[in-house]
């Protein structure tokens, strides 16, 4: 893990980097921690077991990975408008590596949807 954390810096700068290229705002306060909380956000509404985000997360007992993450998917029922459209996106992009357009938003990037709706809220 020290070496990941040692390297993180770097990573981040990267992706900042290509996330620039692609006319997306960059990564600003992200920790190692956070990254990993928001994957096994990401994968249990995706529909992943507890047993299989707690193995690729390296947490030992998936049953804190049930009660933590999997416990937390009605957020999905809060959203609206383009905010579930954003929402449901990602998460098809993610169960499937890409998005019909036809089925989705105007765009086949999750993040593009993302930020599409971020820049609706600072206007």
């Known amino acids: 893990m020290r070496n990941a954390e040692a ?9 900042n980097v290509a996330l620039g290229e692609e006319g997306i705002a960059p990564i600003e306060h992200v920790t190692p921690h956070g990254l990993r909380r928001t994957y096994a956000d990401f994968r249990a ?16 007992d998936p049953r804190f990975v049930f009660q933590v993450y999997q416990g937390r998917r009605k957020r999905r029922e809060k959203l609206s408008g383009r905010y579930l459209v954003a929402f449901d996106a990602a998460v098809e992009w993610g169960r499937i590596g890409r998005n019909r357009q036809e ?3 105007a ?3 999750p993040a593009e ?3 599409s709706v971020s820049q609706e809220l600072a206007a």
């Not at 529909?47 to 193995?55: F, K, N, P, Q, T």
Request: hydrophobic fraction near 30%; glycine fraction near 12%.
């Open 7 to 15: 390297r993180f810096p770097e990573i981040i700068r990267k992706a």
């Open 45 to 60: 509404d995706c529909g992943d077991s507890a047993e299989r985000i707690a193995r690729q997360g390296g947490w030992e």
């Open 107 to 109: 765009t086949n990037n």
């Open 103 to 105: 089925d989705g938003p």
């Open 113 to 115: 949807a993302l930020q």
